[in-house]
């Protein structure tokens, strides 16, 4: 059981760029997310799905998407990556009120 | 909506002392309370929760939190740190009902010196 896995741990874009970073679950959660961390600012929530084929919004959505073909996978994609989305991007399964984090992704955009 | 402030962005204390993070909420509906820890390089990990009952809960590491709903607190303490402790502590809320969203604190970076 790997729980939540995310792929790449670690990125470098130039301005522009367009990227994927993956998520994966094998414990059959149907709600995942995904947050960025940012020094002195916590987490916030950029997507969320509640099940497949269902997305939505969170606090910083703009410059990502997000589809949810199936339980597993949740994908964001950065379509013109730029500076700002320098960060560290964790995704998220939840089951009832416990939250399962990954190991995070660190993106830097040049 | 929900905000959450974390009073302390670093706290310096040595081992074997007492240490106290801070964290106060904003809400207009009843939440579940919770702490996560992060150690260096490491994803976030539930540190412990309140949902509902006894308002002081514990971790199996010593640490606990007390909800103080006049108040809208819910402070982590450790009677006593170890280095092991070395960690960054996010506070983090979620309101019953509606689409749940986990909302999260600044985070506190504890650091324990020897």
Redesign the interface.
């Known amino acids: 059981n790997a729980g939540v896995t995310q792929t790449p741990k670690f990125q470098v874009l130039k301005t522009g760029q367009s990227m994927t970073l993956q998520c994966a679950q094998d414990m059959n959660h149907e709600y995942m997310s995904w947050y960025r961390q940012d020094p002195g600012m916590g987490l916030r929530l950029i997507h969320y799905s509640v099940g497949a084929g269902i997305t939505d919004q969170g606090e910083v959505p703009n410059g990502y998407n997000v589809s949810r073909s199936t339980t597993e996978d949740f994908p964001l994609r950065l379509l013109s990556a730029a500076p700002s989305q320098t960060s560290v991007y964790f995704c998220a399964t939840r089951t009832g009120v416990e939250q399962y984090f990954g190991p995070g992704t660190r993106l830097t955009v040049t | 909506a929900q905000s959450?402030t974390?009073l302390d962005?670093q706290v310096p204390v040595f081992e074997e002392a007492p240490v106290e993070l801070r964290c106060n909420y904003s809400s207009s509906v009843s939440v579940?309370l919770?702490w996560?820890v992060q150690y260096p390089n490491?994803?976030?990990?539930?540190l412990l929760?309140y949902?509902s009952g006894s308002t002081l809960v514990e971790s199996i590491n010593g640490f606990e939190a007390e909800f103080n709903k006049s108040q809208t607190s819910f402070h982590l303490r450790k009677p006593s740190v170890h280095i092991s402790d070395t960690a960054e502590y996010?506070c983090a809320v979620?309101p019953f009902g509606g689409?749940q969203?986990?909302?999260?604190?600044?985070?506190t970076r504890l650091t324990i010196n020897p």
């Open positions: 959450v974390q962005s579940y919770f996560y490491q994803g976030l990990q539930l929760k949902l996010f979620r689409a969203k986990l909302v999260f604190g600044q985070g």
